[in-house]
């Protein structure tokens, strides 16, 4: 059955985020009034930045607290330690968690330095985690260019779990600039699974530019199919695009 994803298209990222940042926004402190915590799915990459810096002047400027927030993270890389400069744990605390009132012990990433043979557990304890926070209420994807979410490249499961991936050639080619060259870039990461991803109750996958047009594009209205990871938001029932001109413009619908 081919079923298209919902996609809405925006002006700019800004006014794509500040639409998702205002329905975060919204779950956050419907929850809090009824006495419950958020659980945030996250993502790392240059697609959200705009999304955390409105969700860091919704905190400055119109009180919203993360007090009663638990974050997840979609992946680390493995062989990272969290204060290397390019760990997702230093990105995260640097575009989003240092200016924010989310406590540090409501943080959760993958670990990049888990001996090898306690990789499994770790996986195991993360997937039971995110369990036991309640699931996760908002998941906020990005999209690469070989269709993956999290780090489920082509060939990856719908049903994967949280696990130990090989990063894709195209993949590293896009992290090399920040590595100072592809000689830097890991080879492997621990990613939340399809299946994990898919778990999440609402699901926001953000996309901006020309670059990201014919992956949107076969992800959207292609075939479901696990040479496209994001694909998969085609069999979830509240997964939404949200796009800029740019990313939609390959789009037929
Ligand atoms: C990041 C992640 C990846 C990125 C994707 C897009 O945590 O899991 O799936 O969302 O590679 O990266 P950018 O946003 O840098 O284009």
């Known amino acids: 059955m081919v079923k298209s994803s919902p996609f809405v298209v925006f002006e700019s990222p800004e006014a794509a985020c500040k639409q998702v940042a205002s329905e975060i926004a919204q779950i956050i402190r419907k929850r809090a009034s009824l006495g419950r915590s958020t659980v945030l799915g996250l993502a790392t990459g240059s697609t959200p930045i705009p999304l955390y810096q409105e969700l860091i002047r919704l905190h400055r400027e119109e009180n919203l607290s993360f007090a009663n927030v638990v974050t997840f993270n979609l992946d680390e890389y493995l062989g990272l330690d969290r204060d290397h400069p390019e760990s997702y744990w230093t990105f995260m605390h640097r575009n989003l968690f240092d200016h924010i009132d989310l406590l540090p012990e409501n943080i959760h990433l993958p670990s990049g330095m888990v001996p090898a043979d306690e990789i499994s557990a770790h996986c195991a304890g993360y997937e039971a985690a995110i369990v036991r926070a309640g699931g996760i209420d908002m998941q906020i994807l990005g999209i690469g260019r070989t269709g993956h979410i999290g780090f489920n490249e082509p060939g990856t499961p719908i049903d994967s779990r949280t696990q130990r991936v090989h990063l894709n ?85």
Not at 175 to 196: D, K, L, Y
Request: glycine share 8%; charged share 25%; proline share 2%.
């Open 169 to 253: 050639e195209i993949t590293r080619q896009d992290a090399a600039p920040a590595f100072g060259g592809i000689e830097n870039v890991p080879t492997q990461a621990i990613t939340m699974g399809c299946g994990t991803i898919l778990a999440a109750r609402r699901i926001a996958l953000l996309a901006w530019g020309e670059k990201k047009a014919e992956i949107v594009r076969e992800a959207i209205e292609g075939i479901i199919t696990d040479r496209v990871s994001a694909s998969f938001l085609q069999t979830h029932r509240d997964a939404t695009y949200f796009l800029d001109k740019e990313s939609a413009s390959a789009l037929h619908l």
